[in-house]
């Protein structure tokens, strides 16, 4: 079972983003919601991580620039990407994170290409 990222594009450098990824209610409300994001050739990398009550971290490179947030409501986990650069480019992948262990296999991700 996958959690579908979309909101993917492409984008000049500079621009703007927003990724979206849903998942059920439950795991929704009691795991932290994670975002990676994996570049050509390289790993899969964390980009930013919220908790269920809305702590969030976000990886050096990206703060500043990426805000994650998530709305109970939708049970939707939001990755809004400002000031993007061609080294952001990559497959971008949401997952749910509890108790040291990812929910769900990634999927295929969303691709994210930022032009210079």
């Known amino acids: 079972v996958q959690l579908q990222a979309s909101g993917g594009g492409l984008v000049q450098a500079g621009g703007s983003l927003r990724l979206s990824c849903a998942a059920s209610?439950?795991?929704?409300?009691?795991?932290?919601m994670v975002w990676y994001r994996q570049a050509p050739g390289e790993q899969r990398e964390l980009v930013a991580v919220?908790?269920?009550?809305?702590?969030?971290n976000y990886a050096d490179f990206v703060k500043g620039r990426f805000t994650i947030s998530r709305d109970n409501a939708k049970n939707t986990v939001y990755l809004q990407m400002n000031s993007l650069k061609p080294e952001d480019t990559g497959v971008y992948y949401c997952?749910?994170?509890?108790?040291?262990?990812?929910?769900?296999?990634w999927g295929q991700g969303t691709l994210v290409t930022v032009s210079s």
């Open positions: 919220i908790s269920s009550t809305d702590h969030t």
């Open positions: 997952n749910a994170l509890g108790a040291g262990t990812y929910k769900f296999t």
């Open positions: 209610r439950i795991i929704f409300s009691y795991n932290d």
